[in-house]
């Protein structure tokens, strides 16, 4: 087991940037999450860190060993891929073993390591079978039997579970979270599925365009994101995010509609006129009695798409100037397409980002 730090590290193809200046250290047994859009740079690092992608400025370390001019084999990493990687022509048994045959171990010390890792990964009645013969999720946890068997230093996972259905992707995760909480290896797993993220990580690193948006805790990042990008990429249902202006004690949103704000939020906000990006999810947005509420503070809206998702609905709404707004109501909830809808906001869990770089204004 071992920590893991990056130190300013940049990873150039030609005139292209793909990482730059990433720089974190992850502390021994910890399970970091990467995780960010396509193109991002999250498998960059993790295939720099094993080894895969040799280093074009930066410092890397695995534990107290400077690691860059060190090759993959000696890192003492096991790196699990999204398309599995075994060897067809072996048994689950031989897949499990190949690499303590490849550091020698003796027969006695692999058969023993081989009959561990597949109790623990609930195997054992496959240990005969070829890869061909077990489903999805088999191969996968063969996949990761293999890796663990090694007892490596560090674990690298990458996207190892998107190959598999809703219902097992779920069932696998959990069961990857309690492996990791008995064996303890310091991971790093890359993903782009923000639930994926939110559910495993100790720590989640956030980026775009190559660079790290912000690291923290899965709450913490949640519910304070440094910026629009990392409010909109966690979440199910996204973050509506949408331009705004303060005017007269007003917030105007939609060209034509506002909102009456309080003493806390005027604090907040940006000097009188100037516009800025409002974001408020989902969950944070309710409907309004057209003739019970104080219209005053209602946003008037027109119904383009309904999402039942069995305890609750997902409404789709388009605004007069075609702004396009994502709430959700309860599943007994009756509308259709083209109805009109009066909704309000909770004034205390708006975000306020500058619109010119979308940091958050706190």
Same mark, same amino acid.
């Given at each position: 087991?071992a920590?893991?730090?990056?130190?300013?590290i940049? $990873? %150039?193809?030609?005139n292209?940037?793909?990482i730059?200046?990433?720089?974190?250290?992850?502390?021994?047994?910890?399970?970091?999450?990467?995780?960010?859009?396509s193109?991002?740079?999250?498998?960059?690092?993790?295939?720099?860190?094993a080894?895969l992608?040799s280093?074009?400025?930066?410092?890397?370390?695995?534990?107290?060993?400077?690691?860059?001019?060190?090759?993959?084999?000696?890192?003492?990493?096991?790196?699990?891929?999204?398309?599995?990687?075994?060897?067809?022509h072996?048994?689950?048994?031989?897949?499990l073993a190949?690499?303590?045959?490849?550091?020698?171990?003796?027969?006695?010390?692999?058969?023993?390591?081989v009959?561990?890792?597949?109790?623990?990964l609930d195997?054992?009645h496959?240990?005969?079978?070829?890869?061909?013969?077990?489903?999805?999720?088999q191969?996968? $946890?063969?996949?990761?039997?293999?890796?663990i068997?090694?007892?490596?230093?560090?674990?690298?996972?990458?996207?190892?579970l998107?190959?598999?259905?809703?219902?097992?992707?779920?069932?696998?995760?959990?069961?990857?979270?309690?492996?990791?909480?008995?064996?303890?290896?310091?991971?790093?797993?890359?993903?782009?599925?923000?639930v994926?993220?939110?559910?495993?990580?100790?720590?989640?690193?956030?980026?775009?365009?190559?660079?790290?948006q912000?690291?923290g805790?899965? %709450?913490?990042?949640?519910?304070?994101?440094?910026?629009?990008?990392?409010?909109?990429?966690?979440?199910?249902?996204?973050?509506?995010?949408?331009?705004a202006?303060y005017?007269?004690?007003?917030?105007?949103?939609?060209?034509? %509609?506002?909102i009456a704000?309080?003493?806390?939020l005027?604090?907040?906000?940006?000097?009188?006129?100037?516009?800025?990006?409002?974001?408020?999810?989902?969950?944070?947005?309710t409907?309004a009695?057209?003739?019970?509420?104080?219209?005053?503070?209602?946003?008037?809206?027109?119904?383009?798409?309904?999402?039942?998702?069995?305890?609750?609905?997902?409404?789709?709404?388009?605004?007069?100037?075609?702004?396009?707004?994502n709430?959700?109501a309860?599943a007994?909830?009756?509308?259709?397409?083209g109805?009109?809808?009066?909704?309000?906001?909770?004034?205390?869990?708006?975000?306020?980002?500058e619109?010119d770089?979308?940091?958050?204004?706190?």
């Amino acid at each position: 087991m071992a920590q893991v730090s990056l130190q300013e590290i940049t $990873r %150039q193809f030609g005139n292209v940037t793909a990482i730059e200046n990433i720089t974190f250290e992850i502390a021994d047994r910890a399970f970091w999450v990467l995780v960010g859009p396509s193109g991002c740079g999250k498998s960059t690092i993790l295939r720099t860190i094993a080894g895969l992608e040799s280093i074009t400025r930066g410092k890397l370390y695995i534990g107290d060993r400077l690691v860059n001019d060190i090759p993959a084999r000696q890192r003492d990493v096991a790196m699990v891929f999204q398309n599995y990687a075994l060897y067809p022509h072996m048994s689950v048994a031989e897949n499990l073993a190949f690499g303590l045959k490849m550091r020698q171990e003796k027969p006695k010390a692999i058969a023993r390591r081989v009959q561990e890792v597949a109790r623990s990964l609930d195997i054992e009645h496959l240990l005969k079978r070829k890869p061909k013969q077990l489903s999805g999720g088999q191969q996968q $946890r063969v996949a990761l039997g293999r890796a663990i068997a090694r007892q490596p230093q560090v674990f690298l996972l990458d996207e190892p579970l998107s190959n598999l259905d809703t219902q097992l992707r779920d069932d696998t995760r959990a069961e990857l979270k309690q492996l990791h909480q008995r064996v303890g290896i310091t991971t790093i797993y890359v993903t782009h599925d923000q639930v994926e993220a939110m559910t495993l990580a100790d720590q989640i690193v956030v980026l775009k365009d190559g660079k790290v948006q912000q690291i923290g805790s899965p %709450q913490e990042v949640y519910a304070h994101p440094v910026n629009s990008m990392v409010a909109g990429f966690l979440g199910n249902p996204p973050m509506n995010i949408l331009p705004a202006v303060y005017e007269n004690d007003r917030l105007i949103v939609f060209n034509n %509609q506002s909102i009456a704000i309080d003493a806390s939020l005027r604090q907040r906000l940006p000097s009188n006129r100037q516009k800025f990006d409002i974001g408020i999810r989902p969950e944070h947005i309710t409907l309004a009695n057209s003739e019970l509420d104080n219209n005053d503070n209602c946003l008037i809206l027109q119904v383009d798409l309904i999402e039942p998702l069995g305890r609750e609905t997902l409404i789709k709404a388009i605004a007069p100037d075609s702004n396009r707004l994502n709430l959700l109501a309860g599943a007994a909830w009756q509308g259709k397409k083209g109805d009109p809808i009066w909704v309000k906001f909770d004034l205390e869990q708006l975000f306020i980002f500058e619109p010119d770089n979308g940091k958050t204004i706190e």
